[in-house]
T-cell receptor, first 109, second 115 residues
């Protein structure tokens, strides 16, 4: 069983819709990372959070440490948001990242 | 400011050959990570270094894989001998380890195909 579980695995939506991707993890963490991987393959770090909520433009990330759960939200989604979104936990006491399997998001115009 | 630079971008070679992947981290970063991405297993950490010292190599698949970081601006991941199951995209990432809460910056990856 993967220590980091993401849902859904695939998500298709229409432009403008509000998007939520969920991530659950099983052990204590130092931080939770959200990454974006575009069709070309490059990986970009979107958020790194250990508590509460962070916002960057139309993207919002939240984390509930007690429930070991994080969500990534995209408001007013756009076709350029189409990518794979990957959740990763930074294991407590170590810098190593353990990754979820990713959520493939497709936003249709 | 230059990001993490990996070379080559693509490598196609025959089984049994030695493969060397290279990475130049962002200047000033003191942590370096090697990852592998496959369809079956997703992203996995192979090894990471702090201040050029290997900290955790538990993700290195077997003795055919080795990684070095001779100085703060260069690291290599070597596979010898290579096998078809090593075909994957290999990413290098770097970060600053001055505090816990620093994001990792990824290179563009090396797409490796072993025939």
């Amino acid at each position: 069983k993967n220590e980091v579980e993401q849902s859904p695995q695939n998500l298709t939506a229409q432009e403008g819709e509000f998007i939520t991707i969920n991530c659950s993890y099983s052990v204590g963490i130092s931080a939770l990372h959200w990454l974006q991987q575009h069709p070309g393959g490059g990986i970009v770090s979107l958020f790194m959070l250990s508590s509460g909520k962070k916002k960057h433009g139309r993207l919002i990330a939240t984390i509930n440490i007690q429930e070991k759960h994080s969500s990534l939200h995209i408001t007013a989604s756009h076709p350029r948001d189409s990518a794979v979104y990957i959740c990763a936990m930074e294991v407590q006491g170590a810098q190593k990242l353990v990754f979820g399997q990713g959520t493939r998001l497709t936003i249709n115009p | 400011d230059a990001g993490v630079i990996q070379s080559p971008r693509h490598e196609v070679t025959e089984m049994g050959q030695e493969v060397t992947l290279r990475c130049k981290p962002i200047s000033g970063h003191n942590s370096l990570f090697w990852y592998r991405q496959t369809m079956m297993r997703g992203l996995e950490l192979l090894i990471y270094f702090n201040n050029n010292v290997p900290i955790d190599d538990s993700g290195m698949p077997e003795d055919r894989f080795s990684a070095k970081m001779p100085n703060a601006s260069f690291s290599t991941l070597k596979i010898q001998p290579s096998e078809p199951r090593d075909s994957a995209v290999y990413f290098c990432a770097s970060s600053s380890y001055e505090s816990w809460y620093q994001p990792q910056h990824f290179g563009d990856g090396t797409r490796l195909s072993i025939l």
